[in-house]
């Protein structure tokens, strides 16, 4: 009896299932990652000629800036409407868009609540046995974590205290910037206002809190120096003016090239002046933001004054050592179809980047 007795725990341990061990809990997400994977789901859009996809990129009330001139856009029903429409045309054809190179530059402001990304994406064109077009786009935005209320103050849920998993990410795109470059020598050509038409407005939009964003951006219309005073020192700052080779990735950099041509630029005779707009976001973290409008170019003096078609621009202002700098100048022309130009198959004919 007593045998049984001392062989009864050894039999329970041979027959008796042992439970295994906990699961270790999931890694935190990448933030940095969450926001490239949301620029690839921007793109995938395109591919997929499925405009609806961006109800999971954008927010709902997201400042839009596209290709041509009419594609300005405050709301992300309209986008998506009007994507829908132009790709019709497209799909009856049997045009397919493939992302051929990407790689998005991404940054985040402290507390990774908030964060902006550049991007010189390219993207090959097909139909059938026709060769392919290569189309290089410059893209430029600012996103935000956009937490049901539920998790603003973390992934405990009300009521029970539990800790859950957040949903699939997060972010969304606030404001959004794409376009090809124009030629310099296109641009200040006499028939430019003809071929150039003027961007759909989007009117002015500013929020309580974002005057000093406003106010900053005006300055640096007004006075270039200011401009390149307070853009950022920031390896990953870049600077995109209308004309392709126009692109200086680099604060510093841009700093060093820009400084010493200051006085020539002090003694040239122009004004560059918001004439639609300003539009304006600050995040909910109060560590970024951006202001978007229209901007024209005067040179010269009336009566013999030239006024260069209306540009539109977004920049994003990142918040530093409590001072506000610019992370990102992103300029365009809203181009109509028939002046686009693809760009060479072989990326090193590309200009900028």
């Not at 604060?251 to 639609?276: M, N, Q, S």
């Not at 078609?309 to 994003?316: D, T, V």
Request: proline share 11%; aromatic share 8%; with cysteine.
């Amino acid at each position: 009896m007593r045998r049984l007795v001392l062989l009864a725990p050894l039999l329970c341990a041979a027959l008796c299932e042992k439970k295994p061990p906990p699961k270790p809990p999931p890694p935190p997400p990448d933030p940095k990652a969450e926001l490239t994977a949301k620029i690839a789901e921007l793109y995938g859009s395109l591919e997929a000629q499925e405009p609806e996809r961006l109800n999971e990129v954008l927010t709902a009330d997201a400042l839009v800036y596209g290709l041509g001139p009419k594609d300005t856009f405050t709301n992300r029903d309209s986008l998506v409407e009007t994507m829908r429409t132009e790709l019709i045309p497209y799909g009856l054809r049997g045009d397919q868009f493939k992302k051929a190179s990407s790689s998005p530059h991404v940054q985040l402001a402290p507390g990774e609540l908030s964060g902006w990304f550049y991007d010189f994406a390219r993207f090959e064109q097909t139909r059938g046995d026709k060769a392919s077009k290569f189309w290089k786009v410059r893209v430029t935005g600012h996103a935000i974590f956009d937490a049901p209320p539920a998790l603003e103050g973390g992934l405990k849920s009300p009521g029970d205290g539990k800790e859950r998993p957040p949903p699939k990410n997060m972010w969304r795109i606030d404001a959004l910037h794409v376009s090809f470059g124009y030629p310099d020598a296109e641009l200040y050509a006499p028939d430019a206002a003809k071929k150039l038409k003027s961007p759909e407005t989007a009117g002015p939009d500013k929020p309580a809190g974002t005057e000093e964003l406003v106010g900053l951006t005006k300055r640096m219309l007004e006075d270039i120096a200011v401009k390149v005073e307070r853009t950022s020192d920031s390896s990953e700052a870049v600077l995109i003016g209308t004309d392709p080779s126009d692109v200086y990735e680099g604060g510093a950099k841009f700093k060093e090239l820009a400084r010493p041509k200051l006085p020539e630029l002090k003694k040239a005779v122009f004004t560059l002046k918001i004439e639609d707009g300003p539009r304006a976001r600050m995040a909910q973290d109060g560590k970024s933001g951006w202001v978007s409008g229209v901007v024209v170019l005067r040179l010269g003096k009336p009566p013999k004054q030239q006024v260069l078609p209306p540009f539109r621009a977004l920049w994003i202002f990142a918040l530093e050592k409590e001072l506000w700098n610019l992370a990102s100048e992103h300029q365009s022309l809203g181009i109509p179809p028939e002046l686009r130009k693809p760009s060479g198959g072989d990326e090193s004919q590309d200009g900028g980047s």
